[in-house]
T-cell receptor
Framework: DSGVTQTPKHLITATGQRVTLRCSPR?????VYWYQQSLDQGLQFLIQ???????AKGNILERFSAQQFPDLHSELNLSSLELGDSALYFC?????????????FGPGTRLTVL | GNSVTQMEGPVTLSEEAFLTINCTYT??????LFWYVQYPGEGLQLLLK?????DKGSNKGFEATYRKETTSFHLEKGSVQVSDSAVYFC???????????????FGQGTILTVHP
C-alpha cells in the first residue's frame, strides 16, 4: 500500500459526459501528479500541482482540468468524454517536486467510455 | 525533448534465469533515473532509482547503474522468480535550467513472464 488513495476504482460512462477523479496523497506529500495509461500512448504525464499551485503541464487535453485543494487532495475533471479517453488514470504524490524525489502511485481509476 | 526507450518485449524466462532489460534515455538536463514495476491490476511501485552518474540503484535483487556515457540504465537480476512476473517501466525525471518539477517520462514498458 503506497498510501495514495484514488476513487473511484472503476468508472463507466458514455460519450459526451463529464467525470471527476479524486486523489488523496500520502500524508505530508505536497506534490500531486496525474498520469494517463493507455495501450496506444503508454504512460503519459498530464499535470502536476504543488501545495495548491499548478506547476507543470504535459499532454493534457483542453477538455481536462485539475485542481489541488487546501487539504492537498486533488481532482481531475474530464469533460465531453470521447471513446479515446478510456484509460487508466494514475495519481502520484511526492514530498517535494525535485527530479530525484520518489513518486508514490495510487492504484488508479479505470475509465471506460462507451 | 526527453525520451526513454526500453527493449522490445515481452520477455519470457525460466525461474532462476538471468534478467536484463535494456533502457536508454535522451534528456536535455541532468536526469534522475527510475525503474518502476506494475503487477497485474495494481499501480506502479518504485523498484529502484539513481540520481547521478555512476550511481547504482538496487532493491530485491534487482540492480541498475546510471551510465551517462552510454545514456543507459539497464535493469538486471541474477536469478528471477515466478513472483517477478510483471511489467517493468524505465523512467526519467529531468532538471534543466535550474528548474525541476519531477514529472516522469516513461518508456513503453516491458512485460516479463517467469515460468517455473
Amino acid at each position: 500500500d503506497s498510501g495514495v488513495t484514488q476513487t473511484p476504482k472503476h468508472l463507466i460512462t458514455a460519450t459526451g459526459q463529464r467525470v471527476t477523479l479524486r486523489c488523496s496523497p500520502r500524508s505530508g506529500d505536497l506534490s500531486v501528479y496525474w498520469y494517463q495509461q493507455s495501450l496506444d500512448q503508454g504512460l503519459q504525464f498530464l499535470i502536476q500541482y504543488y501545495n495548491g499551485e499548478e506547476r507543470a503541464k504535459g499532454n493534457i487535453l483542453e477538455r481536462f482540468s485539475a485542481q489541488q485543494f487546501p487539504d492537498l487532495h486533488s481532482e481531475l475533471n474530464l469533460s465531453s468524454l470521447e471513446l479515446g479517453d478510456s484509460a487508466l488514470y494514475f495519481c502520484a504524490s511526492s514530498v517535494r517536486q525535485g527530479a530525484g524525489d520518489t513518486q508514490y502511485f495510487g492504484p488508479g481509476t479505470r475509465l471506460t467510455v462507451l | 525533448g526527453n525520451s526513454v526507450t526500453q527493449m522490445e518485449g515481452p520477455v519470457t524466462l525460466s525461474e532462476e534465469a538471468f534478467l536484463t532489460i535494456n533502457c536508454t534515455y535522451t534528456a536535455t538536463g541532468y536526469p534522475s533515473l527510475f525503474w518502476y514495476v506494475q503487477y497485474p491490476g495494481e499501480g506502479l511501485q518504485l523498484l529502484l532509482k539513481a540520481t547521478k552518474a555512476d550511481d547504482k540503484g538496487s532493491n530485491k535483487g534487482f540492480e541498475a547503474t546510471y551510465r551517462k556515457e552510454t545514456t543507459s540504465f539497464h535493469l538486471e537480476k541474477g536469478s528471477v522468480q515466478v513472483s517477478d512476473s510483471a511489467v517493468y517501466f524505465c523512467a526519467l525525471s529531468d532538471r534543466a535550467g535550474g528548474t525541476s518539477y519531477g514529472k516522469l517520462t516513461f518508456g513503453q514498458g516491458t512485460i516479463l513472464t517467469v515460468h517455473p
